[in-house]
Each structure stands twice: as C-alpha cells, then as structure tokens.
C-alpha cells in the first residue's frame, strides 16, 4: 500500500510525519550499511557524510502555494515528494554514480523516478543527482510504501547548492539578475574543480599501483 492509499489516520498530520520520520530512518541506515560494506570490500569510503530532514509544516505549505495546491494533508502527501530527504555527500562524481547504482539494486527500495541534475544541470547551475524512492514501513496490521528523496553530489556541488538556496529565500525567488550570473559562473568552477579533483584521484590511484607493482 502506498502512502497515498492510506485511509485510517490520513486525516492525521502526526500519523503521516510518523511515516514519514520511520522512512528516514530506514533508508539513513541503509545507505550507512552500503557505506560499510563498500568500505569491507574495496577499502574505500564513497561517502563523505550524510544529512538528512523533513520538511517543516511551513516548507510544506509553502511548497503546495508555489504549485498551485491547497494545503491539505491529502495534497502534501500526493503532491510534495521531498518531505522526507536524504543528502549524500561524496568526494567525487564518479562515487555519486557508484552510488545510485547501489542504491537501485536494493531490493526493498523502490526507485519512483530518477533526475540527473548532474548530466543535465538547471538553468541556474544546479547540480545534484537525485532518486525518488519508496520504502516500506511495517505497522501493526499494514505495510506502508513512503517517498523518501535521495539527493547524491559532490562536496563541491553541496557548498554550491548551499549558498544558492540561501539565496533564493533571501529573495524569495527573484534575485536580481548579477547575483544569478555570478551564480551561473560559480557553478562552471565548480564543475570544473569536480573534474580536476577526480582527475588527480585517478593520476595518484594509478601512481600507487606502479609503485606497488615496482616493489614487487
């Protein structure tokens, strides 16, 4: 049953953020797990850190305006899929792919919908890999698919958006036109560093291995 399909308790904000808080909690503690396992296997740690939120009853609400909704309960869970998110932050882009693939192997998620901001950043230079995911929550007589976001981006790319939606709620949106520019041009840099910090990630791997293989 999905969210959406709830008929006892709908009606109840405390009963949809419960859901919404149990969804977090599942999906931070599988992406810690992946974490490990990758760190077991391959003695690499893809995640930097990890943050995770729900959404205040005033970002809700605001959100629903914006898309022309009512504010209702019934709506906030139809139509705003980031109530509940998760950030994962990684070192380079290359782990952001890595992953998104693990994550989509994951039996008891499933994957809704998937926006590469990265390969195809939005007119303000935003970049971010994102996933809309649903996951289980078991109560005592039903079982509850929740919308959980899944945000996946360097950390250069997290400073950026950072400073970006500090902007756009300082201006509630309309920021005068230099500021989005200079924006625009911080978002190339950025782009550019990721590529450059991967690049010498992968020129120090292969400088390792020849040193390894020299030894021997």
């Not at 859901?19 to 931070?28: I, P």
């Not at 901001?117 to 939005?122: A, D, M, R, S, T």
């Not at 289980?136 to 250069?156: C, H, M, S, W, Y």
Request: glycine letters at 4%; hydrophobic letters at 40%.
């Amino acid at each position: 049953m999905d969210i959406e399909e709830l008929k006892e308790g709908i009606d109840s904000w405390e009963t949809v953020m419960f859901l919404y808080r149990s969804a977090l909690r599942e999906v931070s503690t599988k992406l810690d797990i992946l974490n490990d396992e990758f760190i077991q296997i391959n003695n690499y740690n893809p995640i930097e850190y990890i943050k995770s939120r729900v959404k205040t009853p005033e970002s809700i609400v605001k959100k629903l305006k914006r898309q022309g909704h009512e504010d209702s309960i019934e709506n906030m869970v139809k139509y705003v899929n980031d109530i509940a998110g998760v950030r994962v932050v990684c070192s380079f882009t290359s782990d952001i792919y890595r992953m998104a693939e693990m994550i989509g192997k994951q039996n008891d998620l499933t994957v809704v919908s998937v926006k590469d901001y990265i390969k195809h950043p939005k007119e303000s230079g935003y970049k971010s890999f994102h996933m809309l995911v649903t996951v289980p929550i078991f109560l005592g007589d039903q079982v509850v698919n929740t919308k959980v976001e899944i945000q996946i981006r360097t950390i250069a790319m997290d400073f950026w958006a950072s400073l970006e939606h500090k902007i756009y709620y300082k201006f509630e949106g309309n920021a005068p036109e230099y500021i989005s520019r200079d924006l625009r041009a911080c978002a190339s840099i950025v782009s550019d560093l990721d590529a450059k910090m991967l690049q010498l990630n992968e020129a120090i791997l292969e400088a390792k291995a020849q040193q390894e293989e020299e030894k021997e």
